[in-house]
């Protein structure tokens, strides 16, 4: 077995999911370069639904326009309620 912290199960290399999500990081951050704002609110409704999708509460969804050289970029943060719901919501982004 190796010396790692987590609570390991040696047969099968298990972890215990309470080391791996302590409900501490329940914001999933986004962000990209768009040419055109318009483009940037476009994403920023497909990326609503999808948190909308994964929400057991309401997400708070804050997004920022910053004007760059090569266009707009939209960084946006989204606050779930847990750590589950954020880690849903990153991988439905895949």
Do not use: H, Y
């Amino acid at each position: 077995m190796s010396k790692c912290s987590a609570d390991e199960t040696p047969v099968c290399c298990c972890v215990d999911v309470g080391t791996v999500m302590d409900n501490t990081d329940c914001t999933a951050s986004w962000s990209r370069v768009f040419s055109t704002k318009a483009e940037a609110e476009k994403m920023l409704a497909e990326l609503t639904a999808k948190a909308r999708q994964a929400e057991s509460e309401p997400c708070q969804i804050t997004p920022r326009f910053t004007e760059e050289a090569e266009g707009v970029r939209m960084d946006v943060d989204f606050v779930f309620a847990c750590q589950a719901e954020a880690l849903i919501f990153q991988l439905g982004l895949r």
